[in-house]
């Protein structure tokens, strides 16, 4: 309990509401945000916005009773004890933002979005034409994507990496010895329970399709599909024993996010006990204190898959878009824990004390997840291997990429960081430098789709309307988004990514996307709503 009052301490200092001091807690210091105005680090701190970090060792979690889905969350020692980073608290000023509205209705009018009438109206066709063609693919229970298995990102395999499945290294001691020891994952029994495959995806497409179907406009009353639809996902997630999102596998996190922004988008009372379950279970399967992660570790703060998933940038980011559309503050303790996390993801020396990120390119762009040392997709596709395994000895260091660098991007933004701060300003370069809506900078076109939705809520919730890139060039994002989707719709409404690779070259799961994407592109901006 004392420590918990001094977490709120420090978290009240964050906010702005103390003003100067230091909380100090022996061998634990949380960080907090920083404007570049106004910084005022220790002499001996070598970083420029006042964020002081060093690395170091951290002394194993205490094993915690029963997760939200009622599992018991398991002793993770020693796998992340070691992967520790302990950052200062600065006394600088720290501003904020208010979050940006949440919109929850396209508009009909195209004077109320800058872009030309034509590209309003074609965008307003493909999103019909994408609904007509989600209408005709419902099954007759009222879901998508039902009997489909799906099995989570699996976590980094210990086999053949040095000191075998039964050892595991500290990444920051590879580092230190300036090694490129391999990252091992966590336990083996974490591993086992997270890669099991699950039917639960569908339930995961079925609340974004009634998302979709919602912001378009769409009723329960007056549209028998979306009725449908929000029937069976309700009938999927609630259980005897209450809100279930995946009982097999370890797609929960995904189930609850996702449920819990489609029912927020229906604004429908009949609905409000299953939208609070969802959000209930989100906040209690976040990794902190309860499960005897402490501040100082990379899990901290994060959400991953299921209950047991080491947790990473998606799953976060699902999270975060999920307590925005429930009208979250930026004081929301589990918001304030999740910008911890989305800190440590981020290519940026001065407010990101990881090793890998203390070598890397500095470039305010995002990787996978920091957890065990970190991953980045982008790296495993230059062939540097995910964990970066693969590169030259030497110091290692994790590749950015487009999809992770425009969710954390629109989830900063959404927990109230002011676009002044450090980490918002590195993200928005860094957007700035790699702006294209043709691929998926650093993948290309893996994950397509899931990178044009994140890029479309991202900009929107930057409130500019156009974005200069590094020649100087202006681009009216909304134009060029409409137009990079619009060219990839097929004749039958529908979209398809030829990569396999996360189940885009399903037509459902891509063209919900694309549709999401298409929407956030007119959403009302001219007016309040």
């Known amino acids: 309990m004392k420590f918990k009052a001094f977490l709120l301490v420090c978290m009240a200092i964050e906010r702005g509401r103390l003003m100067g001091g230091l909380c100090l807690l022996t061998s634990l210091f949380i960080f907090l945000p920083t404007s570049v105005a106004a910084v005022c680090a220790p002499a001996h701190s070598s970083t420029t916005h006042g964020i002081v970090q060093s690395s170091q060792q951290s002394t194993a979690p205490t094993p915690v009773s029963a997760r939200a889905d009622g599992s018991q969350a398991e002793h993770l020692a020693p796998a992340t004890a070691a992967k520790a980073t302990t950052l200062n608290i600065p006394t600088a000023t720290v501003s904020f933002d208010p979050p940006p509205p949440v919109i929850r209705r396209v508009t009909t009018n195209a004077n109320l979005v800058p872009i030309a009438p034509a590209t309003f109206a074609h965008a307003l066709e493909a999103i019909d034409k994408g609904i007509l063609f989600l209408k005709s693919t419902q099954s007759a229970n009222g879901g998508w994507m039902e009997g489909i298995a799906a099995a989570p990102t699996a976590t980094m395999p210990t086999s053949g990496l040095a000191g075998g499945d039964s050892q595991v290294k500290s990444v920051e001691a590879a580092n230190s010895a300036n090694t490129s020891a391999p990252i091992p994952a966590q336990a083996p029994s974490l591993n086992a329970a997270n890669s099991v495959a699950s039917n639960a995806a569908s339930a995961a497409v079925t609340a974004l399709v009634v998302r979709a179907f919602a912001q378009r406009g769409l009723s329960i009353q007056g549209d028998a599909a979306l009725d449908r639809a929000a029937t069976r996902l309700v009938d999927v997630v609630m259980g005897k024993n209450g809100f279930q999102p995946d009982a097999s596998g370890g797609m929960a996190t995904y189930v609850a996010s996702c449920t819990a922004m489609g029912l927020a988008a229906l604004q429908e009372a009949k609905y409000e006990k299953t939208l609070s379950a969802a959000l209930a279970w989100i906040r209690e399967s976040q990794w902190d204190e309860s499960e005897g992660i402490a501040p100082t570790q990379d899990w901290y703060g994060g959400a991953g898959y299921g209950s047991k998933g080491r947790p990473d ?84 260091a994790l590749r950015s990429y487009g999809g992770m660098t425009y969710a954390a991007y629109k989830s900063m933004l959404f927990a109230g960081l002011s676009k002044n701060d450090p980490r918002v300003l590195a993200a928005k370069a860094w957007i700035e430098n790699n702006f294209t809506f043709s691929e998926n900078p650093g993948l290309g076109q893996q994950g397509y789709y899931y990178y044009i939705h994140a890029a479309a809520r991202a900009m929107l919730a930057c409130g500019n309307d156009t974005v200069t890139d590094t020649a100087g060039t202006k681009h009216n994002w909304r134009e060029e988004l409409i137009d990079s989707i619009i060219v990839r719709q097929r004749p039958n409404g529908s979209w398809q990514n030829p990569e396999t690779r996360w189940m885009e070259d399903s037509p459902d799961l891509a063209t919900v996307f694309a549709v999401l994407a298409l929407e956030e592109a007119i959403k009302p901006v001219r007016v309040s709503q």
């Open 313 to 396: 940038l998606s799953n976060t980011q699902l999270m975060l878009d999920a307590l925005h559309e429930s009208n979250a503050t930026a004081k929301d303790a589990s918001v304030e824990r999740a910008v911890i996390f989305l800190t440590r993801c981020q290519n940026l020396k001065s407010t990101n004390a990881a090793a890998w990120a203390q070598s890397g390119a500095n470039d305010g762009g995002m990787v996978y997840t920091p957890a065990n040392g970190g991953e980045s997709f982008a790296s495993e596709m230059a062939g540097e291997g995910r964990a970066g395994e693969k590169m030259p000895a030497g110091t290692r």
